[in-house]
């Protein structure tokens, strides 16, 4: 008798992270060319981060960029 996966949600969530090659060397390296210490590096660097920002600051970094870009411009006319 086959046994698969038990029904319901699984408790964590995949999520897939883009970021520029030349960062991922940079990580892959300090984890020591080793695929698994450099997700869960990944992992600390995003836990860390989310244990010490607010609610406000987690939102504004979802405004996108050009928001910044144009406040900029405006600080400089002035």
């Given at each position: 008798m086959a046994r698969g996966r038990k029904p319901g949600k699984r408790a964590?969530?995949?999520?897939?992270?883009?970021?520029?090659?030349?960062?991922?060397?940079?990580l892959y390296g300090?984890?020591?060319?080793?695929e698994q210490k450099l997700n869960r590096l990944i992992r600390l660097i995003i836990e860390e981060k989310?244990?010490?920002?607010?609610?406000?600051?987690?939102?504004?970094m979802l405004e996108p960029t050009k928001r910044e870009k144009e406040e900029k411009e405006e600080e400089a006319e002035v």
């Open positions: 964590n969530k995949t999520v897939r992270l883009s970021i520029p090659k030349r960062l991922y060397y940079i300090v984890a020591g060319n080793n989310l244990e010490t920002a607010s609610v406000a600051e987690l939102a504004r």
